[in-house]
Antibody
Framework: EVQLVESGGGLVQPGGSLRLSCAAS????????MSWVRQAPGKGLEWVST????????YYADSVKGRFTISRDNSKNTLYLQMNSLRAEDTAIYYC??????????????WGQGTLVTVSS | DSQMTQSPSSLSASVGDRVTITCRAS??????LAWYQQKPGKAPKLLIY???TLQSGVPSRFSGSGSGTDFTLTISSLQPEDVATYYC?????????FGPGTKVDIK
């Protein structure tokens, strides 16, 4: 059974940093691209970032480019999102999602339950 | 990169009604289109991919169609458990932009 478990969310001040993790199990993690998708309170889904199966290719939404870094450790079956220079508008539930293929150009067939990030003073 | 729009933004229908949601891409995306269902307080769930392929385990009352820029999600007979927000997503590149969502309620 595929499982994705996010952690690392919490309350952080504007300008601060946070690192999210997503522990994956139930599939061969190193064979699939992974993504982060966020949802601000009461709002829709926003794609944030995608990383290829090997980690060689990364992609970012314009809203987070230069501030967020996606990475993965295939030996630990774990996906990460390093978030720096956080702003109030980054407040959201952050979901990790498994792609159906290796390069990210695929539907997201499994999702974690999400971790809440709140940016506030 | 392509932007996605959806209509309507919300709808209310009776149990048993046929419901249709439209998604439009600003540029052609062939059939690289997925539909997700999100119930309140839950993570999204994949319903349809490649515009018309039903994900395993999804009830057959859900169907999708379209190609290029115009797509539709149809619920043939709305059930109470279908109350949710529905999102389309393009995936012709790794930039997986979502539509703004359509909220479906029971009248």
């Amino acid at each position: 059974e595929v499982q994705l478990v996010e952690s690392g969310g919490g309350l952080v001040q504007p300008g601060g940093s946070l690192r999210l993790s997503c522990a994956a199990s139930g599939f061969t993690f190193s064979n699939y691209a992974m993504s982060w998708v966020r949802q601000a309170p009461g709002k829709g889904l926003e794609w944030v970032s995608t990383i290829s199966d090997s980690g060689d290719s990364t992609y970012y939404a314009d809203s987070v480019k230069g501030r967020f870094t996606i990475s993965r450790d295939n030996s630990k079956n774990t996906l990460y999102l390093q978030m720096n220079s956080l702003r109030a508008e980054d407040t959201a539930i952050y979901y990790c999602a498994k792609s159906g293929c290796s390069d990210g150009s695929c539907r997201y067939n499994y999702w974690g339950q999400g971790t809440l990030v709140t940016v506030s003073s | 990169d392509s932007q996605m729009t959806q209509s309507p933004s919300s709808l209310s229908a009776s149990v048993g009604d046929r419901v249709t949601i439209t998604c439009r891409a600003s540029q052609g995306i062939r059939n690289y289109l997925a539909w997700y269902q999100q119930k309140p307080g839950k993570a999204p769930k994949l319903l349809i991919y490649a515009a018309s392929t039903l994900q395993s385990g999804v009830p057959s009352r859900f169907s999708g169609s379209g190609s290029g820029t115009d797509f539709t999600l149809t619920i043939s007979s709305l059930q109470p458990e279908d109350v949710a927000t529905y999102y389309c997503q393009k995936y012709n590149s790794a930039l997986g932009t979502f539509g703004p969502g359509t909220k479906v309620d029971i009248k």
